[in-house]
């Protein structure tokens, strides 16, 4: 069972979930749940394992929702919990949970929650992209790739990579790997050629109704005005929009490629870790 939830647990946070996770850490007297057990939940709704059910594992669930509603940004800092119940109704007054049993053993749980590293989509191969890569693998990030041109999208250039998408947007967009886009912490939109980068985005804006997905495009605010524009006759309404931003990075007076890649993650970060950067 162990394996089976860590597992899931991976498998979730690597689609750009959060995952609340609550493992029996000791247990004595009669307990349904023995140390070892877990009881995972994502923040999708999802469910994986048991800490021994009954009324114990009722408590344990709704525990794990709480975590889930507390940002991110405030989990970094409190961290999780560990508590300890007892499985009998005449357990109140003790330094314990009591439970509405009559089992009578006593069940240590430890619960925290496990946060995705952001995964950067990286359309756009060439000398930006690729230093923005070289940041990623810095930071122990993940990234992938998109370019229709096949020598800035291939294993030897991106030897780290999750994913490599050496093809047109249209099936990038049409293949099971472009419907949904919710697996990106961030969309980078840093290509060489205005159209492309223009029907990325209006293709990435059509698959982000949940705006869980920051898209970046690299440029000026007159670019970005008639990528706007054009997002905007393309039928994208004007809150999904607001999941889009361009210039992207932070103003460090940025030049090279590599300066760029720096400003560019170091905002992700800020917008991370700072509630409100994104707004500023």
């Known amino acids: 069972m162990t394996r089976t939830v860590l597992a899931w647990v991976v498998e979730r946070v690597d689609a750009g979930e959060r995952v609340a996770m609550a493992s029996v850490i000791s247990a004595s007297g009669s307990v349904p749940g023995k140390p070892g057990a877990r009881l995972a939940i994502s923040s999708n709704g999802g469910k994986c394992g048991t800490v021994g059910g009954a009324g114990l594992e009722m408590t344990v669930e709704n525990a794990l929702r709480e975590l889930l509603d507390i940002p991110k940004n405030d989990t970094r800092k409190i961290g999780g919990r560990i508590e300890t119940f007892l499985l009998h109704k005449d357990g109140k007054g003790q330094e314990v949970v009591a439970l509405d049993s009559l089992c009578g053993g006593r069940v240590t749980v430890a619960m925290e929650v496990v946060e995705p590293v952001p995964h950067l989509l990286i359309c756009g191969g060439g000398h930006v992209g690729r230093s923005v890569a070289i940041v990623c693998e810095t930071l122990d990030w993940k990234h992938s790739v998109f370019d229709v041109r ?114 560019i993650c170091a905002e992700i970060l800020a917008m991370d870790r700072l509630p409100g950067a994104a707004e500023d």
Do not use: M
């Open 150 to 263: 096949g020598e800035y999208a291939n294993r030897e250039r991106y030897p780290l990579a999750e994913e490599i998408h050496n093809c047109s947007v249209s099936d990038f967009f049409d293949s099971g790997e472009g419907e949904s886009v919710s697996r990106f912490s961030d969309i980078l939109i840093l290509g060489h050629d205005w159209e492309i980068d223009q029907n990325f985005l209006i293709g990435s804006l059509r698959r982000n109704a949940s705006r869980n997905t920051r898209i970046g495009v690299i440029g000026s605010r007159t670019k970005w005005k008639g990528f706007r524009a054009a997002a905007v006759e393309a039928g994208i309404g004007e809150e999904t929009l607001t999941s889009a931003r361009c210039p992207i990075g932070l103003d460090i007076g940025a030049d090279s490629p590599e300066e760029i890649a720096i400003a």
